[in-house]
């Protein structure tokens, strides 16, 4: 009896074990195929060839940022990992562009919506440089992070404003983080600027007032000039972050805010929304278009939406506030609370 109780054990065990194994696979197909869908649908019907082409995605990973940058010629930044449990997500998409090696990744700070699958990547990636700030975190998340860049032997490049890296025919600047003791673990963000031919975009992490304003004055006593054509909007839409002034000064045309569907933060809000929307800039949100591709060929920019499914087409033009002039605010964070 005891036999028999323990063979029909076994067998359910391994029959659950093939409907989960083809219950992954499935998933596992669709899952790539939607991303191959969007991707074959939206960029080929509309003729958009990314060859000789910079392209920024910016990949839905819920609540986190994770953002993709491709060179005209081939070559790869990752910009964040976004939560630990969006590694499939981003190892799927990755491998989707037969992605295997990474020129540059950038860890902006070391909140887990930022590095949460970083040490995956860092350990499942060849990575030729990784760029980092300065500061220490008391997580798991961060400790696996360091035993994986150490166990790859790979050196980290401090974030040090002013450094410039080369990116085929683009090129990029560390604007940021300017000072070495934040009270906020998100001012510690690395902001860096992107350059392709006539096409700026800015990456902000989670960068709030006080970095803004640091940056803001390393660029007037630097002579860098902030016009940007298409804005990650700092810390999910937060409104630690995204100053009038700031905004203004930057005067992006497209605004990507990356937040989660119904997150608990409340992220975008809707006073930075506003304030974004009100200088002229359209917003684009992962939460509503899920994952976008801004596509540049130095001069006009495609935007390519999964979400709304559609292809915007803009010519740049260069216009952005004067720095001289530049009013710092001085008003306190209404709802601020510490936030990831
Ligand atoms: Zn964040």
């Known amino acids: 009896m005891a036999r028999k109780k323990k063979k029909n054990a076994i ?19 669709l899952y790539k195929d939607e991303i191959g869908d969007f991707v074959s649908d939206i960029l080929e019907n509309n003729n958009i060839d990314l060859s000789g082409k910079l392209a920024v995605h910016y990949i839905d990973v819920g609540q986190g940022d994770s953002i993709l940058i491709q060179s005209p010629e081939n070559e790869f930044i990752l910009i964040d990992t976004g939560e630990k449990d969006q590694y499939e997500k981003l190892n799927s998409y990755l491998e989707h562009y037969n992605i295997t090696k990474f020129k540059y990744v950038i860890f902006t700070h070391p909140h887990s919506d930022h590095i949460g699958s970083a040490d995956k990547i860092v350990k499942n990636y060849d990575i030729e440089n990784i760029i980092m700030p300065e500061v220490y975190h008391n997580t798991k998340t961060y400790e696996k992070l360091l035993t994986e860049i150490e166990n790859k032997n790979l050196e980290i490049n401090a974030a040090i404003p002013g450094k410039t890296f080369k990116f085929g025919g683009a090129e990029f600047i560390i604007l940021a983080p300017n000072s070495d003791s934040y ?52 810390h999910h839409g937060s409104s630690t972050s995204s100053q009038t002034n700031f905004i203004k000064l930057l005067n992006p045309k497209y605004a990507v805010i990356m ?53 915007i087409d803009y010519s740049t033009e260069k216009s952005s506030g004067d720095l001289e002039d530049y009013e710092y605010e001085t008003e306190k964070n209404e709802d601020f609370i510490e936030e990831k």
């Open 183 to 234: 009270k906020s673990l998100n001012n510690y963000s690395v902001v860096i600027k992107l350059t392709y031919g006539n096409t700026n975009f800015l990456f902000t992490g989670d960068m709030e007032k006080e970095s803004e304003n640091e940056v803001i004055t390393y660029c007037k006593n630097n002579n860098i000039d902030l016009s940007i054509d298409i804005l990650k909007v700092a």
């Open 259 to 311: 937040c989660g569907i119904d997150n608990s933060y409340n992220h975008p809000n809707l006073k930075v929304v506003d304030r974004i929307e009100s200088n002229g800039a359209e917003i684009l949100r992962t939460d509503l278009d899920r994952d976008i591709i801004i596509i540049s060929d130095g001069n006009v920019v495609s935007i390519a939406q999964k979400g709304r499914g559609t292809i």
């Open 11 to 29: 067998n359910n065990k391994s029959i659950l074990s093939i409907i989960v194994i083809i219950a992954l696979i499935i998933f596992g197909y």
